[in-house]
């Protein structure tokens, strides 16, 4: 069952707000996940431009890649949450599986994977997982 994914936003302490917002888990919600970050970024642009071109991307390729692990792993809803830190972005996915997420081997010739968990660790300042008893937050830290 699709529903619309639900928003709520709240000013941060430099003016930027912050971003929570809901969705169903399902495949498209990867996109539409990855759109409401390059939302919030442009938003956050405005009021502070980021300190290198590439940070934007690098925030786009975590969250693509935090959301897609959500929905292949921890099938349900998922939720994503933005919000402006002194030196950068935290962008928190929450979902509902109490397995933290772990690295696996990269195997090109059994149809690619296991470079997601990688990736967002080169890329990330700080990374860090809180399991809850109904789910786990995946927490990032990347620079703006």
Same mark, same amino acid.
């Given at each position: 069952? @699709?529903?619309?994914?639900?928003?709520?936003?709240?000013?941060? #302490?430099?003016?930027?707000?912050? $971003?929570? %917002?809901?969705? @169903?888990? #399902?495949? %498209?919600?990867?996109?539409?996940a990855r759109l409401t970050a390059e939302g919030y970024?442009?938003?956050?642009? %405005?009021?502070?431009?980021?300190?290198a071109v590439e940070h934007w991307d690098d925030i786009l390729l975590v969250v693509t890649e935090l959301v897609a692990n959500s929905i292949q792993y921890a099938p349900g809803p998922?939720? $994503?949450?933005?919000?402006r830190t002194f030196d950068g972005?935290?962008?928190?996915? %929450?979902?509902?599986s109490t397995t933290p997420p772990a690295p696996r081997p990269f195997h090109p010739q059994h149809g690619g994977g296991g470079i997601g968990w990688h990736l967002i660790h080169t890329l990330c300042d700080q990374v860090s997982v809180v399991v809850r008893s109904d789910g786990?937050?995946?927490?990032?830290f990347l620079p703006w």
């Open positions: 069952m @699709a529903s619309e994914p639900s928003e709520d936003r709240k000013p941060s #302490q430099d003016g930027v707000e912050t $971003l929570t %917002r809901a969705f @169903a888990g #399902q495949l %498209r919600n990867v996109t539409d970024l442009s938003t956050l642009a %405005r009021a502070s431009p980021p300190s998922f939720e $994503l949450h933005m919000r972005v935290h962008v928190t996915v %929450r979902d509902s786990k937050d995946v927490h990032t």
